[in-house]
């Protein structure tokens, strides 16, 4: 079994081959405590568990904005949460129904912002899962560990994406002869990096600390001024993104003439010079710039968006996946090698 996990601080996005042939499957990274729980019967919640900590995982959570808990620090990836998280993926994706319990995985790629690269956390990270997790869902026990593991940087999965076939080919070897830029707008980072080839270039500053929350975040201040909204959480207001309403008090309220006004001006402020920045001497020559994350969604509402480089830019199928559908075909290429 290999499977390619992107547990990013928005959304945990995952690509499992099991019997079924390659799952894919993703649910909000939001954790809520599961406080004050009463009437059992009236809402069928599932606790995860692990080490004694107990949490409501995924799209449930939301509904508990009071008892939400953040991670936002830089070596989450080395919190009890992140590997529920990770786990739920593999429960979600069907591994345990088709390989028993505990399972092990032959190859599992995984990601961190390259920005939060640190030799120490992803030492750590490996020996925990080669070790083996333990966690409950209910009363349920699931273990899983992996005989292989590697931790690449975030937006090189949508690379592997472009590159690679599902079955860890390179889909055409003139591609290995360009060079690439990534730019993977996330939900709180936003990172940069770039392939010379199939050589990873590193760059001094991959990672911003700005990504779709950040739009979100003006948008909860509007909301905040013009209607006095008291809810603090900006994860309900995700949906205006992709042009739902905003309900207040009964009504529906389009709102999209405002977030297309945010979503420009992040872009133009923020994104776009990081880009040239970065990248000022060599995008000219650059065969693609693929644009990956959720966020990469809004491209379309932006005006103008990198001018005379339109026919660089390429945004994959399902943007939000690419990361991890790349880090599944990795794995793959990986296994084929062995
Ligand atoms: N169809 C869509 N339209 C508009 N926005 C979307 C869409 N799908 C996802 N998004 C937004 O993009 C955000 C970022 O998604 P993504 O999965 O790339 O973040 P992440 O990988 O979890 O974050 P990070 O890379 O910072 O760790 C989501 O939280 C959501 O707000
Ligand atoms: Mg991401």
């Known amino acids: 079994m290999i499977a390619g996990v992107d547990v990013g601080y928005g959304r945990v996005k995952a690509y499992v081959k099991t019997d079924d042939g390659v799952i894919k499957c993703g649910y909000p990274r939001v954790l809520a ?18 080490e004694g900590e107990r949490y409501i995982v995924g799209d449930p959570a939301l509904s508990f904005s009071g008892n939400i808990i953040r ?72 273990r899983f560990s992996a005989e292989s593991v590697q931790v690449l940087p975030q937006a090189a999965g949508a690379f592997f994406d472009w590159m690679l076939s599902d079955e ?35 760059d001094d500053s991959p990672s911003e600390d700005t990504g779709v929350r950040s739009v979100l975040s003006r948008l909860l201040e509007y909301v905040t001024k013009r209607y006095d909204c008291k809810d603090k959480n900006v994860e309900y207001l995700e949906p205006l993104l992709s042009g739902k309403p905003y309900l207040y008090r009964g009504d529906k309220i389009d709102l999209s003439s405002e977030v297309k006004k945010i979503v420009n001006d992040h872009f133009k402020r923020r994104i776009e010079p990081g880009l040239k920045k ?17 966020g990469a969604y809004l491209i379309n509402s932006v005006n103008g968006f990198m001018k005379g480089h ?29």
């Not at 970065?278 to 959720?294: A, F, N, P, T």
């Not at 994959?316 to 790349?326: C, K, M, T």
Request: aromatic share 14%.
């Open 33 to 50: 405590e599961p406080r004050n729980m009463y009437w059992k019967e009236l809402n069928r919640l599932h606790i995860y568990s692990i």
């Open 168 to 202: 860890g080919s390179i889909r055409d070897l003139k591609y290995t002869k360009y060079l690439f830029g990534v730019l993977d707008i996330g939900y709180r980072t936003t990172d940069y990096i770039s392939f010379d080839g199939d050589r990873f270039v590193t």
């Open 310 to 338: 339109e026919k660089q830019i390429f945004i994959p199928d399902a943007p939000e996946y690419s990361n991890a559908r790349g880090f599944y075909r990795f794995a793959a290429m990986n296994e084929k090698n062995n």
């Open 71 to 142: 991670h936002e620090s830089q070596d989450y990836v080395l919190e009890n949460p992140y590997w529920i998280c990770l786990g739920k993926a593999l429960i979600d994706a069907g591994c345990f129904h088709h390989e028993g319990n505990p399972i092990r995985l032959n190859s599992l790629v995984l990601g961190i912002a390259p920005g939060h690269y640190q030799d120490d956390t992803i030492k750590k990270m490996k020996t925990r899962i080669r070790r083996g997790v333990e966690m409950y869902v209910d009363n349920r026990e699931y």
């Open 278 to 294: 970065r990248w000022e001497s060599v995008l000219d020559r650059m065969h693609k710039i693929i644009v990956c994350g959720g």
